[in-house]
């Protein structure tokens, strides 16, 4: 397994948190990535500041989206990206986060792509600014 590494980016808006909810169903749609519920029952998450909204973006590169990112065997690579929603009165909070594995381009196992990821990150953020 390759390092984990992780980015991510922070912004604020005056969106809803139902439009961003329906931007990000959208968006879920056009990168045809799987959502999930990210804390639900999380034993450990009950302190703090806690989002009004987190879910988990995920999907797989394909043999195209792999050649794309310069990975022999990558037509189960996947990719993926924590969105995290905070809801502060008159606006939200939205952080994205990036999660890749790095150093891997010749392995043959299936891999967390680092690369894919960051680019999904950039079009959530052109999509819910």
């Given at each position: ?25 959208r ?7 799987e ?26 590169l ?11 065997n ?56």
């Open positions: 397994m390759g390092k984990l590494r992780t980015e991510s980016a922070e912004f604020k808006t005056s969106k809803s948190l139902q439009e961003i909810a329906d931007t990000l169903r968006a879920s749609y056009e990168m045809k990535a959502v999930e519920q990210i804390g639900n029952n999380d034993p450990l998450g009950g302190f703090g500041n806690q989002p009004d909204l987190a879910v988990a973006f995920c999907g797989r394909g043999l195209i989206g792999g050649v794309k990112h310069f990975r022999l990558c037509a189960y690579d996947i990719w993926g990206v924590q969105i995290f929603v905070y809801d502060m009165g008159n606006e939200r909070g939205v952080e994205l986060v990036a999660r890749g594995e790095g150093g891997k381009r010749f392995s043959t196992a299936c891999t967390l792509s680092w690369g894919a990821s960051r680019v999904h990150i950039e079009k959530l953020l052109s999509m819910l600014r």
